[in-house]
Structures are given as structure tokens and as C-alpha cells.
């Protein structure tokens, strides 16, 4: 998977699923940049009431956590079972 860009649908497949595709460098990086904008405002700001307003993070997508599933090792006999009932 050399050379392929990376907003497209084999590499956001890879990266967690197609909620990625079109998520290259150059859009996390816009994305970041909104977020930082946004929080230096929030930071600088004067505010009437002396709190800041609540601003959205730019939404993203969300990578979906690897179950590990407790796989106990496979042994002799589950294997000679296995074979046994074809």
C-alpha cells in the first residue's frame, strides 16, 4: 500500500474504518487549527458575564475501541474433534 493517497477509501479503511475516508493530513490539521482558534478565544476573550460560552470541537471521526476477545489456546483433542467431524 505504497504511494496511495492519504484521503483514500484503502487507507481510511485502514486507519479504522470508512468514517475515515477523506480525513487526510491537511484536514486533521485544519481540524486541530479550528480547535486551537477556538480555545485561544474562549482563553483571551472578555466575557460579560465573566464566563467563557461553550464552543463545539470540531467534529471527528471516532475510532472504534479493538475488543480483545480472552481466547484460550486450542489443544489437541478440540483440533482431533474438529477433524473428526467431517
Known sequence: MQRLPDTSLTVALAS?????FGWGQDRHLAADLFDAINSNTKATGQWNRGKAPKIPAF????????VKAAKRPTTVAEIYKH????
Open 16 to 20: 479504522g474504518g470508512r468514517e475515515f
Open 59 to 66: 467534529p471527528r471521526p471516532q475510532t472504534k475501541p479493538k
Open 83 to 86: 477433524f473428526q467431524r467431517r
